[in-house]
């Protein structure tokens, strides 16, 4: 059975270091995908606190949504399209530090401010995208990209 995680207070590198190793517990032994898109969304959300925290996973040459926590989302995503279509296309993190000044960004919630979006790989190819957003300007920074991508490793797309 699933322990309650552990949130701690501190600086955002501290937060992402005492999350990652519950992260690998939630996660090791478990080969249903679905199941640890959702518990890493979960661990995430219960962490940080962002606005919004989920997978747009690549179905039929499209981004679908997955697990999320937040408000509702756009379903589909085409590849190029906002941020998360962005970072697809391009095979590589995208930080926003004012959704305003991004070209083509898609705007699911009016609080969304700042933005990461993070690919996640399989065999070199991108099978799908973590997306969070913050109510706050300039919510993500270098930080955020490598724990984040040290994150989505942990995932066994089968
Ligand atoms: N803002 C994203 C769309 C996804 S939602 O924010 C959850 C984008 O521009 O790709």
């Known amino acids: ?10 600086t955002k590198q501290e937060q992402y270091q005492s ?9 090791e032994g478990e080969t249903d995908i679905t199941a640890n898109l959702a518990n890493v969304v979960a661990a995430l959300k219960e962490q940080f606190k962002w606005l919004w925290v989920g ?9 679908v949504v997955g697990p999320f926590q937040g408000p509702v989302a ?22 926003v530090e004012d959704v305003e000044k991004f070209p ?3 705007a699911c919630s009016s609080l969304t401010r ?4 993070v690919p996640v790989f399989k065999d070199n190819e991108v099978v ?23 994150i989505v490793k942990l995932l066994a797309f089968g």
């Open 1 to 10: 059975m699933a322990e309650d995680l552990h949130v701690i207070r501190g």
């Open 19 to 27: 999350l990652i190793p519950q992260i690998k517990g939630l996660t």
């Open 55 to 63: 997978f747009y996973i690549v179905k039929n040459n499209e981004l």
């Open 74 to 95: 756009c379903t589909r995503i085409k590849k190029g399209k906002g941020v998360c279509g962005t970072s697809w296309a391009q095979a590589k993190t995208i930080i």
């Open 104 to 106: 083509g960004h898609i």
């Open 114 to 117: 700042s933005e990461i979006v």
């Open 128 to 150: 799908a995208v973590l997306d969070v957003d913050s109510e706050h300007l300039d919510h993500f920074n270098e930080t955020d990209a490598t724990y984040l991508e040290q």
